[in-house]
């Protein structure tokens, strides 16, 4: 069982475990919560789901509803309870003598409460069991109503007395049957026009807080219409996902749980559902736009969270449910570029269809500041020059018929690329001629998965088996880092002079804060050691997408688990990232405590902003500059430290 706090942003798990499921979930007004099935029987929370108590209630349970009155009502073996006192005490009536269940119950607007039973048909026997029975004295007495020998799954009562029963399937080819009868009436009538032929299951039957019958099918919700004597939809199906369950308000929003794919949410005026968190897919890759919305990219398609939304939206029109290995923002061109299992596609700026531009299965793509695209595909390695969108599969000399895992460009346009089984290799001319680095370093004979390259032209590379390697030479010299050794790397972020991290498969994320000279585990928080991706948005937190969800860091630093040491010199790095729109991070090294001044200037000289006057200590320190107010331009930043003073150029673009 899990609980969302934000809307369905996120969901945390709670304190209950049933060894076989629940068969209902219901909560009163005082915001007591009930569960249970008819193994286990009932279990009442006071607490909004944190613990757990047995109710005071014996046997199995089968169904409940909350009856006017703030009271709950309870379908067992034969039997319906009735608490009016937050389950202290029951009232238990018997229905039947028959061996059954009480599946459904429900109650209408005079008061009267309605009880469905399941019919059991044995091998050989007579069926018996089955149909509805109505109270109207808060269930102390019961009469039939109709339907006997029929299983009842759900029942539901509109604001006039009508009564709807949903009988469940006789096998999973058919969606069940929806029954209907008038008030006072047990003259029952299949009662499914509306409900299309592409329905496979109808799920539930609800009463809307407009006294309305709502019918929850896995193909979208309808609503009976009385005046034309059918069912009309009035919610979509959720893409791509079969509903499994769902909680409808006309007046708020609505909620559907699914199949495969987790909650779905649905505003007053949405046009589309929303998808409520990504918890349970394995986020394979992580990337943010200009405007800092947040893709995230799945082994069953692409999502978004927009700043400010708090739930995740599906965006994979056009694109099948094939892994995104990749994604990758252009700032030049304003696109998004998603790397997968069925080649390389992008998304246009301000659309939300995505365009094919490879069908090869595609790993990794990069952009070279002379608008040259690289794709790395398990045919080798294609390019579109110019970026026009004519992408040819490049014939290249010195670099072996094999998968580019990944592929990384440094700030002299040296090309780099990640194969399968053969190493690294770097192309100083554009692509067309490769040379296999570290050909005396065992890197030769592995897969590497991932690489990045810092701003001193550190690369890094991270092998399928054998960990992780550094190389401060253009790769004609490896070394592997001790402590990720042996591990299988699918990562890094190395872009931030003061944060490094390089995530693996099996062990967490590792940290470093000497620029990839020592490396330590950081995995306070992360209750998965799966991690597949690591990014940051533009206010230095950071973002790692695992095997079970995207976790995201507390602050613009993370926790190491090793004490670091102090730096050994005054650095002030480049602002991350750069350009920027509308914050920026600036990180900085002091090597003793001083008294420090941060301050950003025009191009002109003149002051915008203090951003530090104060004394601080010795390590590894960063401050956010926030330019909402300011127009586009060049704006210089000025660091004095004691006799240490630096000053660097960073761009504003809107």
Request: charged content about 15%; proline content about 4%.
């Amino acid at each position: 069982m899990y609980r969302s706090t934000d809307s369905g942003g996120t969901w945390q798990p709670l304190g209950l475990g049933l060894e076989y499921g629940a068969s209902f979930l219901v909560a009163d007004s005082a915001n007591h919560v009930y569960t249970g099935s008819n193994t286990q029987g009932l279990y009442e929370s006071t607490d909004e789901g944190s613990s757990w108590t047995k109710a005071n209630l014996t046997g199995g349970v089968y169904s409940a509803a909350v009856l006017s009155g703030n009271r709950i009502c309870v379908g067992g073996l034969q039997t319906v309870s009735i608490s009016s006192d937050g389950g202290k005490s029951w009232s238990v009536s018997q229905l039947t003598t028959d061996h059954v269940g009480v599946s459904s119950v429900a109650e209408d607007h005079s008061g009267n409460i309605y009880a469905g039973l399941q019919a059991v048909q044995p091998h050989g026997a007579p069926a018996y069991g089955g149909g509805i029975y109505v109270s109207s004295d808060s269930g102390k007495t019961w009469g039939s109503y109709g339907m006997s020998l029929t299983s009842i799954s759900s029942i539901a009562v509109n604001e006039d007395g009508k009564v709807y029963i949903l009988e469940p399937p006789a096998n999973v080819d058919q969606p069940g049957t929806i029954w209907s009868a008038a008030a006072k009436s047990s003259a029952w009538a299949e009662d499914v026009a509306g409900i299309p032929y592409w329905v496979k299951s109808i799920q539930a039957l609800q009463s809307d807080n407009l006294g309305e019958a709502v019918a929850v099918t896995d193909m979208g919700i309808y609503i009976y219409r009385d005046f034309v004597a059918t069912w009309k939809s009035i919610m979509p199906a959720v893409s791509l996902a079969s509903i499994t369950s769902a909680f409808y308000n006309p007046n708020g929003p609505s909620y559907a749980g699914t199949a495969s794919d987790g909650v779905f949410f649905w505003g007053v005026s949405s046009s589309a559902w929303i998808q409520c968190g990504i918890d349970p897919a394995s986020v394979t890759s992580i990337e943010f736009d200009s405007s800092n919305s947040l893709f995230a990219g799945t082994a069953s398609g692409i999502f978004e969270l927009r700043p400010g939304d708090g739930a995740w939206l599906r965006v994979s029109d056009g694109l099948t449910r094939s892994t995104v290995y990749q994604l990758d923002f252009s700032a030049s061109s304003k696109r998004l570029y998603a790397s997968t299992a069925d080649g390389l596609f992008f998304l246009p700026a301000g659309q939300n269809y995505w365009t094919p531009l490879i069908k090869q299965k595609t790993y990794d793509f990069v952009e070279s500041p002379d608008g040259n695209h690289y794709a790395g595909t398990n045919v080798g390695i294609f390019r579109d020059a110019g970026g026009k969108d004519i992408w040819n599969i490049m014939q290249t000399v010195g670099i072996p018929y094999t998968n580019i895992y990944c592929i990384a460009l440094d700030s002299s346009r040296d090309l780099l690329a990640g194969t399968s089984s053969n190493g690294a290799f770097i192309s100083m001319d554009g692509g067309s001629f490769w040379t296999q680095t570290g050909v005396s370093s065992p890197l030769i004979f592995y897969s590497v998965k991932a690489m990045g390259i810092d701003n001193q032209e550190g690369i890094f590379a991270g092998t399928d088996t054998s960990g992780a390697y550094s190389s401060n030479d253009l790769g004609d010299n490896w070394n592997s880092i001790p402590s990720i050794s042996g591990k299988s790397v699918t990562c890094f972020l190395v872009n931030n002079p003061a944060l490094y991290y390089a995530g693996t498969s099996d062990s967490g994320a590792f940290i470093s804060t000497d620029c990839g000279w020592s490396w330590h585990p950081a995995n306070n928080g992360l209750m998965e050691s799966g991690i597949m991706s690591i990014n940051v948005d533009q206010r230095g937190l950071v973002y790692a997408g695992t095997n079970k969800g995207l976790f995201r860091s507390n602050g613009i630093t993370s926790h190491v688990d090793e004490k670091s040491r102090f730096p050994s010199s005054f650095s002030l790095s480049q602002n991350f990232p750069n350009p920027f729109n509308p914050a920026t991070v600036i990180n900085y090294q002091l090597p003793a405590n001083t008294f420090v001044t941060l301050k950003v200037y025009d191009v002109l000289g003149r002051l915008v902003e203090t951003l530090l006057e104060e004394r601080q200590t010795a390590g590894t320190h960063s401050a956010t500059f926030k330019a909402s107010g300011l127009s586009s331009g060049v704006y210089l930043y000025r660091l004095v430290a004691g006799r240490n003073v630096a000053t660097k150029k960073m761009i504003l673009i809107k």
